[in-house]
């Protein structure tokens, strides 16, 4: 089984400063992982995915991840925000085991302040 | 291409009614999903299509039932709503089943029962 811990509920960050959003993982398998955002009442948008190539990830609007397999982590980055990066953010895991399950975290909040 | 569509955006039921939450894509993928979130939850599967005519329940099929008879369409039924089924639900799909393939979300049904 895999699961999947946002070790934050909330960030808060002002704009123009780093952004840091943590993710552990736990998997009996190689896993795949994502890290997705939601704009308030819109749908999930993929903002990168790691597949087990590079272990630094880049992905869209200037976000990037690092895969660690020995901390189990695959914490999300950006240098600067921006107060349009205000959003929910999903990390999720992905095995497969018959079909690919996709397992999500809780969910953070980033709040971005002028 | 519009991705993956839902319809509707917002709905009310009374308990005991019952309703379809449409879910079409124009991305030729064999894949389709359904997902709920809950309030401070990540996404949790309801149930999944490999192709027309096969389906599965995922991790939270109950009072759910799902039919796949093309390619792009995949309807998600609610028969004798129960104010647990209130809730946002999300349609996804993608291309192959693999854990490292991509979900494309589309932008949800926000549904209350009362």
């Known amino acids: 089984a895999q699961s999947v811990t946002q070790l934050d509920s909330h960030v808060s960050v002002s704009e123009g400063t780093p952004v840091l959003l943590r993710c552990n993982y736990s998997s009996s398998y190689s896993p795949s992982l994502f890290w997705y955002v939601q704009h308030p009442n819109k749908g999930l948008q993929l903002l990168l995915k790691y597949t087990s190539a590079a272990t630094l990830v880049k992905g869209i609007n200037g976000f990037e991840a690092e895969f660690k397999k020995s901390e189990t982590s695959f914490h999300l980055t950006k240098p600067s925000a921006h107060m349009s990066d205000a959003a929910e953010y999903f990390c999720?895991?992905?095995?497969?085991?018959?079909?690919?399950?996709?397992?999500f975290g809780k969910g953070t909040m980033l709040l971005v302040s002028p | 291409n519009a991705g993956v569509t839902q319809t509707p955006k917002f709905r009310i039921l009374k308990i005991g009614q019952s309703m379809t939450l449409q879910c079409t894509q124009d991305m030729n993928h064999n894949y389709m999903y359904w997902y709920r979130q809950d309030p401070g939850m990540g996404l949790k599967l309801i149930y999944y299509s490999v192709g027309a005519g096969i389906t599965d329940k995922g991790e939270v099929p109950n009072g759910y039932n799902v039919s796949r008879s093309t390619t792009e369409d995949f309807p998600l039924r609610l028969e004798l709503a129960a104010p647990s089924q209130t809730s946002v639900y999300f349609c996804a799909s993608s291309y192959q089943g693999s854990r490292t393939d991509t979900q494309y979300f589309g932008p949800g049904t926000r549904l209350t029962v009362l």
């Open positions: 999720v895991v992905s095995v497969l085991s018959g079909y690919s399950t996709l397992t």
